[in-house]
């Protein structure tokens, strides 16, 4: 039989588990301590009889993720490989500030979904992560940061997670509402809703079911007319632009609150004057936000990226249009910080 996996337990059924272990109430509050801090070996959970610790090693599924490889550039950003058990590849990266930091996970090994720009999408898909799969590399991060803190200025406490790493989250909606329950649970890790985003293609018939939880959501627009975001987000032919716009428009918003339009430039094919013109139109003006981010190449792609300061006149040209947009500034360039760059390295 398959065994559970600790991470991701909730407070209520480790405790059931603890009292038919014979196990006092304050152990459910002891291991849920560690699993906060990210140490997820019992064998580590030192204030645990060593029995317990035993038994919580053979009855569940504690680590399920092997760290591979783990690559830091000059400007704070980490990024790390893990093995699955199944052998499929995935990554995880930090992404420091002086405020915040972020950790961008990943929701499936691979994806299906074929994007020509993305690296990800040319490595096949190799599975849906568990819940316990995704909440595991963030705690892989904790403890690299307690065993080698960043230096000044950057922030070494965990403060808001991504779902933009590696496979389309929508489509594994069931393992990230698990997540995202643990990470925003009071005897989880507790970070508010307003912290996390979910980035998606646009699954039009899970977009509901995520906008009933309250988190942010990203879209991965990259083209604002059908003809041509067909060919760069192929699940468009299933639910184009309109059917997106209405979801869009469906979907829940705190005062406040945005919905994030990310646009990937790629040089000569979505940053003429008519796909922006088209991009102004479709864009929600007050409900969303445009962020332009400059393609990072890598080996073999047959896009390049739009210069930068092409970027920012754009950006600008928005802006006049009445549209907020920025520009994503690239970071971890030294380390192949593009999804799917990592993970491929041990492919090749
Ligand atoms: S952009 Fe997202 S949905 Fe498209 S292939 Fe890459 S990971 Fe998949």
Not at 103 to 128: D, E, I, K, M
Not at 134 to 140: E, G, H, N, Y
Not at 190 to 203: C, D, Q
Request: one cysteine or more.
């Amino acid at each position: 039989m398959k065994k559970p996996e600790l991470l991701g337990q909730d407070e209520a059924a480790l405790a059931a588990w603890l009292a038919a272990q014979g196990e006092p109430r304050y152990r459910a509050r002891q291991v849920l301590d560690w699993l906060r801090k990210g140490v997820l070996n019992p064998a580590a959970m030192t204030n645990l009889p060593k029995a317990l610790r035993a038994r919580l090693a053979e009855q569940f599924v504690c680590d399920p993720l092997v760290l591979e490889a783990r690559e830091c550039a000059a400007d704070g950003v980490r990024k790390y490989r893990f093995r699955l058990a199944s052998g499929a590849r995935i990554e995880t990266v930090l992404i420091p500030e002086r405020e915040r930091s972020t950790v961008c996970v990943s929701s499936q090994a691979g994806c299906v979904y074929a994007c020509p720009f993305c690296h990800t999408g040319t490595l096949g898909f190799r599975g849906n992560l568990t819940a316990a799969e995704i909440l595991a590399q963030i705690a892989a991060v904790q403890r690299d940061l307690a065993r080698d803190p960043l230096p000044a200025p950057w922030r070494n406490e965990i403060t808001h997670i991504v779902f933009m790493g590696m496979g389309e989250p929508l489509a594994n909606l069931a393992h990230v509402l698990a997540a995202i329950r643990w990470l925003t649970a009071p005897w989880g890790l507790g970070i508010s809703k307003r912290r996390i985003t979910v980035s998606t293609v646009g699954l039009v018939p899970q977009l509901a079911r995520l906008g009933d939880v309250g988190v942010n959501l990203a879209i991965s627009l990259h083209a604002a007319r059908d003809e041509l975001r067909n060919e760069l987000v192929p699940v468009n032919r299933s639910y184009p632009l309109a059917r997106l716009r209405a979801a869009l428009n469906a979907y829940p918003l705190a005062p406040k609150r945005h919905i994030t339009l990310e646009y990937v430039l790629l040089a000569g094919i979505n940053d003429r004057k008519a796909d922006m013109e088209a991009l102004v139109r479709f864009v929600r003006k007050g409900r969303e936000r445009v962020n332009l981010i400059p393609f990072n190449p890598w080996p073999g792609a047959s896009y390049a990226p739009t210069p930068l300061a092409r970027a920012h006149e754009i950006a600008a040209w928005l802006v006049a249009q009445g549209v907020r947009a920025t520009v994503r500034r690239p970071r971890g360039q030294d380390i192949l910080a593009a999804c799917g760059q990592l993970a491929a390295k041990e492919a090749a």
